[in-house]
Antibody, heavy 122, light 113 residues
Framework: QVILQESGPGLVTPSGTLSLTCAVS?????????WTWVRQPPGQGLEWIGE???????NYSPSLKSRVTISVDKSNNQLSLKLNSVTAADTAVYYC???????????????WGQGTLVIVSS | DIVMTQSPDSLAVSLGERATINCKSS????????????LAWYQQKPGQPPKLLIY???TRESGVPDRFSGSGSGTDFTLTISSLQAADVAVYYC?????????FGQGTKLEIK
């Protein structure tokens, strides 16, 4: 059973940096999957932030690309998200996930963490 | 970016009746090389992460009840719940996996009438 667990500060001050970690158990982060971050503002829909392959190759949402960094830590089997220059608009539940490849490209997110709420406020 | 638009925004259906949710993409998500549509459907219940229901527009994820079905191709897709159960009350999202950023629809809230 694959389990993903997000962790990090629940409160970030405006203009600061949001930093989250996603610990992966039951699977190796070096298996042929892409790993992703998705966020959801309170009461709103889902926003895809970006993805990373264990090689370090990344894809980011253009709307966040200038502020976001996703990385992997193979030794600890985890991935990380950094989002800088945050504002109240970045308040959301942040989810990490595993994107599944059925042999013909990525088709969806089959494993999700429970999510962690990050509030941007002074 | 590919824009995903769902309709309706909310839907109320009686128990045992059919529920239909639509999703339209601004560009085709059909790969001609393998004739597969890179369109996924998710179910999200309150306080939970989304759950993958369907990928390739019509392939059910393992363990998903067969009352859930997906159809469509190119730019127009449908999620159908053939006989609504109380456990199906949730928000449903479509997502394209044709090209990054892998955008979601805005969601459709499904309730019991």
């Amino acid at each position: 059973q694959v389990i993903l667990q997000e962790s990090g500060p629940g409160l970030v001050t405006p203009s600061g940096t949001l930093s989250l970690t996603c610990a992966v158990s039951g699977d190796s982060i070096t298996t042929p999957h892409w790993w992703t971050w998705v966020r959801q503002p309170p009461g709103q829909g889902l926003e895809w932030i970006g993805e990373i392959y264990h090689s370090g190759t990344t894809n980011y949402s253009p709307s966040l690309k200038s502020r976001v960094t996703i990385s992997v830590d193979k030794s600890n089997n985890q991935l990380s998200l950094k989002l800088n220059s945050v504002t109240a608009a970045d308040t959301a539940v942040y989810y990490c996930g595993r994107e599944v490849d059925m042999g013909d490209g990525t088709v969806g997110i089959d494993c999700w963490g429970q999510g962690t709420l990050v509030i941007v406020s002074s | 970016d590919i824009v995903m638009t769902q309709s309706p925004d909310s839907l109320a259906v009686s128990l045992g009746e059919r529920a239909t949710i639509n999703c339209k993409s601004s560009l085709s998500v059909l790969y001609n090389s393998n004739n597969k549509n890179y369109l996924a459907w998710y179910q999200q219940k309150p306080g939970q992460p989304p759950k993958l229901l369907i990928y390739w527009a019509s392939t059910r994820e393992s363990g998903v009840p067969d009352r859930f079905s997906g159809s469509g191709s190119g730019t127009d897709f449908t999620l159908t719940i053939s006989s609504l159960q109380a456990a199906d009350v949730a928000v449903y999202y479509c997502q394209q996996y044709y090209s990054p950023p892998y955008t979601f629809g805005q969601g459709t809230k499904l309730e019991i009438k």
